[in-house]
């Protein structure tokens, strides 16, 4: 069974920077997109940022684009979220997740194995 694990949580001031990492065990997953997701207290689980199978693709959510990266490779088996410039709304548990994607031109277009989540806070 597929297992990812997210790292680097914490809490950060506004302005600053921190590094998400999600990492899974096994074989190195061919045809699995990965998706960042975060769920604030009282809020819906929103999508922040997902990337293609090979990496050719990445999508951002608005709120994000332009602060954000997502990145990593399934030969190192780790996924990386940089916030850069976080702010106070980006407070939130973050969970990554993996989809297969044959496209290698989108995100996966559902996600059925996740992480257990990390919590970031942004605060002065």
């Known amino acids: 069974q597929l297992q990812l694990v997210e790292s680097g949580g914490g809490l950060v001031q506004p302005g600053g920077s921190l590094t998400l990492s999600c990492t899974y065990s096994g074989s190195p997953l061919d045809y699995y997109g990965i998706g960042w997701f975060r769920q604030a207290p009282g809020k819906e689980r929103e999508g922040v940022s997902c990337?293609?199978?090979?990496?050719?693709?990445?999508n951002y959510t608005n709120s994000v684009k332009g602060r954000f990266t997502i990145s990593g490779d399934h030969a190192k088996k780790t996924f990386y979220l940089q916030m850069n410039r976080p702010e106070p709304e980006d407070t939130a548990v973050y969970y990554c997740a993996a989809g297969y994607e044959v496209t290698n031109q989108g995100c996966a277009p559902d996600y059925h194995a996740w992480g257990q989540g990390t919590q970031v806070t942004v605060s002065s």
């Open positions: 990337i293609s199978t090979s990496g050719g693709y990445t």
